[in-house]
């Protein structure tokens, strides 16, 4: 009988400890705090368990070994990555670890090689100072944006670590560039898959390609590196908006070549929808260019928005007159494009708002603010842009090439002459922002 007690009194004892087991985000604690993980009959999941006894053990020993105190406050910014990369890497050094190996391999494979540097990397990245809007001239300054700027006279050193510290820049730099690789991926797979070269059919999509390839990037750089000084600004900001004049030719082009409505075809919207477009792809990156120069941030915003929007309402025209009269469209392709009308609004909300950052300035400097979701939503709307038009492309191709071809020269001189007015535009620009600085450099000083 006293052993049937002695025994309930330690079962409820086990009870009693498995209620104190060390969570699963604690760091740092030695691993025979996890009491008892083997005991299938433990209160909580044995898998859970098992996955705290194992991190508990190792997490501190790959903090130190990796990048001591630096990796911690990259940890802060991004957790869930670095826990993950974490994980991943210990099991692949597990695995390597049963190999037989050279010790010059094991250097190699097990990353040991670059820790020491990466640290120091991840240590100037930590070192690099941000102010607040007051300390900044206000020309710098962003709406409702009250922290996290960067110094307007960084290094390109300073500007290339910050991507990978928390500044404002941070996420508008990652939205842009990450999608870059994807489209990068896209256009290599259908240059390879539809031999794209010899056949001009598909000339205007990989046209359309290159200029979603370029927009996004010239955008990540501008944003890296616009605080190297004020005429770096000016210059990275000159090319961003070229990129975005150079995607909305290109995106008129595709439309016209493979979304362009039957009903609309011989009318005179149809028949000089891309020389009208040219005009406006150029004249429109002159005037966003310009808006640089303007004070007034109403003339900015009027300026730059109408830069953008003019193009893009003439390259959706076509698409919202099928979509909505057309009865050949495809639903797969009519809901891409609903989509990417969806997106498209959501980028001039966001530009022409400054939401969510409005309603609580200060709580939005780093994450989640309207430049942010303004990239993400123009990375959307291209994403489904391209998946429409890849449906239309593929169905109607003998239908198009019969009745509605469009000439080669548009992809290939016209495409060179838009390229080459916008970048004399922009060195035009350059020279006009450098006689402004200067101008503006004398004024302080007197």
């Given at each position: 009988m006293k052993r049937k007690g002695s025994?309930?009194?330690?079962?409820?004892?086990?009870?009693?400890?498995?209620?104190?087991?060390?969570?699963?985000?604690?760091?740092?604690t030695e691993p025979t705090e996890v009491s008892g993980y083997k005991n299938a009959k433990l209160g909580r999941d044995c898998a859970e368990i098992r996955i705290a006894y194992h991190w508990n053990a190792m997490a501190p020993k790959i903090y130190d070994s990796l990048f001591g105190n630096h990796f911690k406050k990259v940890n802060r910014l991004f957790p869930v990555f670095f826990r993950t990369w974490i994980y991943v890497q210990t099991k692949f050094n597990l695995f390597l670890s049963k190999l037989c190996l050279s010790e010059e391999t094991k250097n190699f494979l097990f990353f040991n090689t670059y820790k020491t540097k990466m640290s120091q990397v991840l240590n100037s990245a930590s070192d690099i100072p941000l102010y607040k809007d007051e300390e900044i001239p206000p020309h710098l300054r962003e709406v409702a944006i009250l922290t996290g700027y960067r110094s307007p006279s960084s290094s390109v050193?300073?500007?290339?670590?910050?991507?990978?510290?928390?500044?404002?820049?941070?996420?508008?730099?990652?939205?842009?560039?990450i999608p870059t690789f994807y489209f990068v991926y896209q256009l290599v797979f259908f240059w390879d898959v539809l031999k794209a070269f010899n056949d001009s059919y598909y000339w205007p999509f990989i046209v359309y390609m290159i200029t979603i390839c370029i927009y996004p990037l010239i955008s990540a750089l501008a944003h890296t590196f616009c605080s190297t000084s004020d005429m770096a600004r000016h210059v990275w900001f000159f090319l961003d908006y070229g990129g975005l004049s150079l995607y909305a030719y290109g995106a008129g082009l595709l439309i016209k070549a493979y979304s362009f409505p039957e009903e609309l075809a011989h009318t005179i919207m149809g028949e000089y929808f891309l020389e009208i477009l040219v005009f406006l792809?150029?004249?429109?990156?002159?005037?966003?260019?310009?808006?640089?120069?303007?004070?007034?941030?109403?003339?900015?915003?009027?300026?730059?928005?109408?830069?953008?929007?003019?193009?893009?309402?003439?390259?959706?025209?076509?698409?919202?007159?099928?979509?909505?009269?057309?009865?050949?469209?495809?639903?797969?392709?009519?809901?891409?494009?609903?989509?990417?009308?969806?997106?498209?609004?959501?980028?001039?909300?966001?530009?022409?708002?400054?939401?969510?950052?409005?309603?609580?300035?200060?709580?939005?400097?780093f994450f989640g603010n309207s430049h942010q979701l303004l990239h993400i939503s123009g990375i959307m709307a291209t994403h489904h842009q391209m998946s429409a038009v890849i449906v239309d492309m593929k169905d109607r191709r003998a239908k198009l090439e019969e009745y509605y071809p469009v000439a080669e020269y548009w992809s290939v001189q016209v495409f060179s002459l838009v390229l080459f007015s916008i970048s004399a535009a922009i060195c035009i620009f350059i020279f006009w922002a450098r006689h402004y600085e200067n101008n503006r450099m004398e004024k302080r000083q007197k």
């Open positions: 025994l309930r009194r330690k079962s409820s004892g086990s009870k009693k400890r498995s209620k104190h087991q060390t969570p699963l985000h604690s760091i740092g050193k300073e500007c290339a670590l910050s991507v990978f510290f928390a500044t404002n820049e941070t996420l508008n730099f990652w939205t842009h560039f792809t150029i004249t429109c990156s002159i005037s966003a260019c310009y808006s640089r120069f303007t004070e007034n941030l109403l003339w900015i915003k009027i300026f730059r928005l109408g830069a953008f929007a003019l193009p893009w309402l003439w390259d959706s025209i076509p698409v919202l007159y099928r979509v909505t009269f057309s009865v050949d469209v495809d639903p797969a392709v009519a809901e891409h494009y609903i989509l990417q009308f969806f997106f498209s609004f959501c980028i001039f909300f966001f530009y022409a708002s400054h939401l969510p950052e409005r309603l609580a300035p200060g709580k939005f400097d």
